[in-house]
């Protein structure tokens, strides 16, 4: 009977947890991409060698793309350490199933990392969104909006920030961090400032301030903003004596300065300088102040804000309603949300490169939740009944809008859209690529349905364009492809990897090998019969011109040429493989050889 009340009392965190794991297994990725191979860096060097920089080149350098550089003999990083921190105590587990390399283990031979770290990313992201969410959801209720308000605020505001995507998808990119900053902070902040704890713990709780508060500062700076604005809430919010102040002001110090020496010590050992800025250091972008780029980050229809999260602009407009009863509510509501609008609109990369939806703006999540809060608890409950159901319907309308945008996501190629969509208003100094819209989503699968002739054909490519083919579940069904990753040994030879997924249930295929030795066509065959129950390498060596395998199975000649191919240049020999089945070619992903 107990635990019936049990699951009664809590049936609603009961339901969050089951999608949040269920979400995991279906959409969770655990790789790592773009931007997170920088944080991965910084993690990596500390766990495995006890150091924030590489001395030699590692082993994932060629696969992390943008996210390294060689600097002064050592490979180094841009990005902030602060992912590094909250990762600790995933990738220290991690490390103890780190094992193989990328010439024969899955993951590593596709991503570059292990599986067991791709999963400590992933779960890291997933754990620290959780509880963010669970200490928004206390904020809330300290601000006295109803149990279902704060629910269904949440949720919405959730959706249409595009969190999902960078929580779930993206799991090694910071949002998740600057969102779970922000939540624990505002409720640490109301906390105090409502005095919902005991004044002999007190002290505790600023000192969680204080390490929050340095936390999200080292993944992004401009979150400081974010800091100043709830600390200065704190300061109004009480009457305190000047030694009072003081005291609470040694606390937070005590819990953010050692994040503050790390960050210290982390630009020191990377660049030389405690105090430099590896944007500058390493020639990146930098905020520009006589360029502002204010509309264009709210209403781009590319990347702006209110254009992918239509709710955002109500809530924001609830919020106006909000701060007019107190206006001291600005300060922890309005305030941090202006000041971060306003400091990206300085900076030359305002709509994100290439992500989904505005980024930036995730961490103010739990700013507009107060004014979708507001607005479902104060205002929809005291109108007319045919009001309040037309509210709803557009809420729920906005929250599928955007939702929706990042399903679609999930089975576009928008790398394609402007090329297939092309247009002729393309922002100047913007890269064409990236300029696709909303809209350029919907028209592609519009094509995609016209061009398919039957239901068979349709969820063929409706496959063939999801870019979630290694989320977990995919890994777990075996629905992966066999990868395929070429060594060269010396300028004479080279070793081409087969290495499956021990999930995957393909039985047999077949490569086509040709290769180019000393400018002469001199090697090309049919290598079949491959099978997929183990990790198998084949050895070519070439001499007087001519080039031997040692494969002992079937071999015969090239009758059809694949679709899914590489080509990789070596100092004396250039070899093409292609296949006619779905495999995965490793070296395909590789974007830096030097």
């Not at 209403?299 to 809530?315: A, D, T």
């Not at 247009?423 to 349905?449: I, K």
């Not at 990868?483 to 080279?494: A, C, F, K």
Request: glycine residues 8%; aromatic residues 16%.
């Amino acid at each position: 009977m107990k635990i019936f009340q049990l699951i009664r009392k809590n049936f609603v965190l009961i339901i969050f947890i089951l999608i949040v794991i269920v979400a995991t297994l279906l959409d969770g990725s655990p790789f790592v991409w773009g931007d997170g191979w920088g944080y991965y860096h910084t993690g990596k060097q500390i766990v495995s060698n006890g150091q924030l920089v590489a001395d030699v080149k590692p082993d994932y350098y060629e696969y992390s793309m943008h996210g390294l550089w060689e600097l002064n003999g050592k490979y180094v990083t841009r990005y902030l350490p602060g992912n590094s921190v909250v990762w600790g105590p995933f990738m220290g587990v991690a490390s103890f199933f780190d094992s193989g390399t990328k010439y024969d283990d899955y993951y590593k031979g596709y991503n570059g990392h292990s599986l067991a770290e791709g999963l400590a990313i992933l779960s890291a992201s997933v754990t620290y969104t959780v509880i963010g969410l669970l200490a928004l959801y206390k904020a809330l209720r300290i601000l006295n909006f109803s149990k279902s308000s704060s629910v269904i605020a949440i949720a919405t505001s959730f959706l249409s920030t595009y969190a999902w995507h960078y929580v779930f998808e993206t799991p090694a990119v910071s949002h998740a961090y600057d969102l779970f900053g922000a939540n624990v902070l505002l409720y640490l902040i109301l906390l105090l400032a409502r005095e919902r704890v005991a004044v002999k713990r007190r002290w505790l709780v600023l000192i969680g301030v204080g390490v929050v508060s340095g936390i999200i500062t080292i993944v992004r700076p401009t979150n400081v903003f974010i800091v100043i604005a709830l600390i200065l809430y704190l300061t109004l919010s009480q009457k305190k004596n000047l030694g009072i102040y003081i005291k609470q002001g040694i606390y937070i110090g005590i819990g953010a300065l050692p994040l503050f020496l790390f960050f210290l010590l982390f630009n020191y050992v990377t660049f030389g300088n405690p105090f430099a800025n590896g944007y500058a250091v390493l020639g990146s972008t930098q905020f520009r102040f006589d360029e502002f780029y204010l509309f264009d980050l709210l209403f781009s229809n590319f990347r702006g804000w209110f254009v992918y999260s239509p709710l955002m602009l109500i809530s924001i407009i609830s919020l106006l309603f909000y701060v007019k009863a107190k206006l001291i509510r600005f300060t922890y509501t309005l305030l941090p949300i202006v000041l971060v609008v306003l400091i990206y609109s300085f900076w030359p990369i305002w709509y994100g490169g290439a992500g989904l939806g505005q980024r930036f703006f995730i961490v103010l999540m739990p700013f507009t939740s107060v004014g979708a809060a507001f607005l479902i608890d104060k205002i929809m409950v005291k109108a007319k009944l045919w009001l309040r159901i037309c509210m709803y319907i557009i809420l729920g309308i906005l929250t599928l809008y955007s939702s929706g945008l990042t399903l679609l996501y999930r089975f576009t190629p928008t790398n394609t859209l402007t090329e297939l969509f092309p247009r002729d208003n393309y922002m100047a100094g913007v890269s064409e690529e990236v300029q696709w819209t909303p809209f350029d989503m919907f028209r592609y699968h519009e094509l995609l349905l016209k061009e398919s002739s039957s239901f068979k054909e349709y969820k063929h490519n409706l496959r063939e364009s999801y870019r979630g083919r290694y989320s977990l579940i995919f890994l777990i069904s075996g629905k992966t492809e066999p990868v395929i990753r070429i060594q060269p040994i010396d300028e004479d030879s080279l070793y081409i990897h087969i290495i499956p997924n021990s999930t995957n249930r393909k039985s047999v295929f077949s490569l086509n090998v040709m290769i180019d030795y000393k400018g002469k066509s001199v090697y090309g065959e049919r290598i079949g019969q491959i099978g997929m129950e183990k990790y198998q390498r084949i050895l070519i060596k070439c001499q007087d011109e001519q080039c031997v395998s040692d494969w002992i199975g079937e071999v015969g000649p090239i009758k059809e040429n694949g679709s899914f191919r590489t080509k990789r240049r070596f100092s004396s020999m250039t070899i093409l493989i292609n296949s006619t089945e779905p495999v995965f070619f490793a070296d395909n992903r590789i974007k830096r050889t030097k």
